[in-house]
């Protein structure tokens, strides 16, 4: 209550409704697995090496990399988190978490060769400027070229101050050229010389000293000098349809957009910089020290027509295992070393679904249950998020089923066969056939329980569906073999003449017949999720009949709208769930240890998986 010391009017807000529950988001995803570039944490990487939001193909591409294969020990692979991911967005997916996973090549001597870190040497005077890629992978060995762009004469006489010949519009560490009446300017694309070459200097009072040379010395400015800035260009070929390209780079730190802040490790001006500069020279205390001339000596060597243009050195490493996969949790002393592999996922809140699409690419059986089982481990351990689960790539009848029955989760579903596409990287010659791919389901399967989240609710079976991008299944799925794969929770794909490819089951891959179907499991996430959300702020509320029925009527609305959305089932709201919360669900015991427990009953709508139609014969003469 309200303390009132004093007489007057006092104006008080209070609520006479309950509180609301917002849905939870159901069809964001999370993939794991080899990617071909982008976050991940290595030794003295950068800091910012959390899963990235894709929300477009396109996207994935700039931040991952493309579809190109993987070069792992001496032999290509394919990138199957790469293609899961378009199919993914092919098929209605809208937005994907991508948790990269790099195995070293541990026979490597140093950090940098072990996790093909892509590197090229500059030297610059008496120190070393060093190209670097910002991430492992082959596809950071990439081309740099940096020329110099000069400006037009932008030489002035500052007459009100007396300064002299000052440049126009350039900051303290600007770097420009000076040419006297009898000089021939340089122009275009004519190579810098450091004779040429000077650091601006401004003063306490803004005054302007022109600084060359070693000893460090100012120049003695006359009218007619021309002053041309200096400034950079770094063109980053990454691949053949991604060129970055970065302007206006100064050399010197205190330049608003120095080359070593625009292209940095941590937190660079492009958050998808592909490559960055490490240079050691840094400012010195001393004035006189600061305006030596390194800057403009960082800008001929990085200039100069011999320098090397290519990085060297990037790698894939090595294939991950299904401990790779699993990743380590984030340190606790340690801010800097963040979680990695499904474990980065898991800090993630709104994902829904996951997924391992290299997990069935293993050579033998443990191996790919070893990783699927890191992944139902996953799903089982963040509870409000399903598993989507593929077989190995050439499974017959015999050998998924045995597979199978490695499993029981309620949490996770699995999905057969693999599915084949036309290579998207091919262009066959005129008559040649063209060469296809055989890809793991899940990124195929993720995306339809996103489009169908999307369209219908999150209630509707994600089953029936067409299957969008592929050109055939690896295997014939018929009526009797899918009798035999059904019961045991083998969501079979299935081709139907005049109908398409489609998902042809919705099972979980339990033995509870209580959860037997993806959409049940998959509700009940999104219900439990969006109340321990939604519920939060009564915590530490007195816990008396007030919050008891503010909790109940807050559930109540809530669940009554998915009732009229057709997600539980019942002609009547009484007959769909109930919600209780008062002295028949705690005890006094309950209430003495701060407990308030709410019990809540539903009853899901579940799928017409067998839609059985009797007919038989009725006279004409005969009563209806």
């Not at 799925?477 to 489609?502: H, Y």
Request: proline share 5%.
């Amino acid at each position: 209550m309200p303390e009132y010391l004093a007489p007057g009017v006092f104006v008080e807000e209070v609520s006479f409704r309950s509180k609301s529950i917002e849905g939870v988001p159901t069809s964001t995803t999370g993939f794991a697995g080899m990617v071909r570039f982008g976050p991940v944490r290595y030794p003295n990487g950068p800091k910012t090496t959390e899963p990235r939001l894709i929300t477009s193909f396109t996207e994935f591409e700039r931040v991952y990399g493309g579809l190109e294969p993987f070069f792992l020990s001496g032999t290509d692979r394919t990138a199957y988190v790469a293609h899961a991911a378009r199919a993914f967005f092919l098929n209605g997916g809208r937005r994907l978490y991508i948790s990269r996973v790099f195995a070293p090549d541990d026979a490597k001597a140093t950090d940098d060769e072990k996790y093909g870190i892509a590197k090229l040497q500059v030297p610059v005077g008496t120190t070393v400027a060093e190209w670097r890629s910002r991430w492992p992978g082959a596809m950071g060995n990439v081309y740099i070229n940096t020329t110099a762009v000069r400006s037009k004469n932008i030489a002035y006489n500052e007459t009100t101050n007396g300064f002299g010949v000052q440049a126009r519009g350039v900051s303290d560490g600007a770097v420009v050229e000076i040419f006297g009446a009898a000089d021939t300017v340089l122009s275009g694309s004519t190579p810098l010389d450091i004779n040429k070459l000077y650091i601006v200097r401004v003063d306490a009072n803004g005054k302007q000293s022109f600084m060359s040379g070693n000893p460090f010395s100012a120049r003695t400015m006359v009218n007619g000098d021309i002053i041309q800035l200096v400034e950079l260009r770094a063109t980053v070929g990454v691949s053949s349809e991604r060129v970055d390209v970065y302007d206006r780079l100064g050399a010197h730190p205190k330049q608003k957009r120095y080359i070593g802040r625009i292209l940095q490790l941590d937190d660079p001006e492009d958050e998808n910089a592909a490559a960055w500069l490490k240079w050691d020279w840094t400012q010195p205390a001393s004035d006189a020290d600061v305006t030596n001339d390194y800057p403009a000596r960082l800008m001929v060597e990085l200039t100069k027509a011999t320098t090397a243009k290519r990085l060297t050195g990037g790698h894939d490493g090595v294939m991950v295992t299904a401990v790779d996969l699993a990743g380590e949790e984030a340190d606790p002393d340690n801010a800097d070393n963040k979680a990695t592999g499904l474990e980065a996922l898991g800090e993630i809140d709104d994902i829904a679904i996951v997924a391992l699409p290299d997990a069935g690419t293993y050579e033998t059986d443990d191996e790919a249950a070893a990783a699927t089982d890191a992944l139902i481990a996953h799903a089982e351990k963040l509870k409000y998020r399903i598993a989507v689960v593929d077989g190995r790539q050439g499974s017959s009848l015999s050998e998924i089923r045995e597979f199978r029955g490695r499993f029981d989760s309620t949490r996770a579903a699995l999905y057969h066969p693999w599915i084949e596409i036309f290579d998207p990287l091919e262009r066959p010659s005129q008559g040649a056939p063209p060469k296809r791919l055989l890809l793991p389901p899940s990124g195929f399967v993720c995306g339809i329980y996103a489009r169908t989240d999307v369209e219908r609710g999150v209630y509707k079976a994600p089953a029936n569906e067409v299957i969008r991008g592929l050109t055939r299944f690896e295997a014939n799925i018929n009526k009797a073999r899918n009798e035999v794969l059904n019961p045991e929770g083998i969501n079979s794909l299935r081709f139907f003449e005049g109908r398409g490819s489609r998902v042809w089951g919705a099972r979980t891959m339990s033995s509870d017949p209580e959860w037997k179907y993806v959409n049940v499991r998959r509700l009940f996430n999104f219900i439990e999720h969006s109340i321990d959300k939604g519920t939060q702020w009564a915590v530490f509320e007195p816990n008396n009949d007030r919050l008891w029925g503010n909790i109940r009527q807050t559930i109540e609305d809530f669940l009554l709208n998915l009732w009229k959305d057709g997600a539980l089932l019942g002609t009547k709201a009484d007959e769909a769930f109930f919600v209780r919360c008062d002295r028949t669900t705690m005890t006094q015991y309950d209430l003495d240890n701060g407990r308030l427990i709410c019990l809540v009953g539903l009853a899901p709508t579940k799928p017409a998986e067998f839609v059985i139609i009797r007919v038989g014969q009725w006279t004409a003469d005969s009563s209806k």
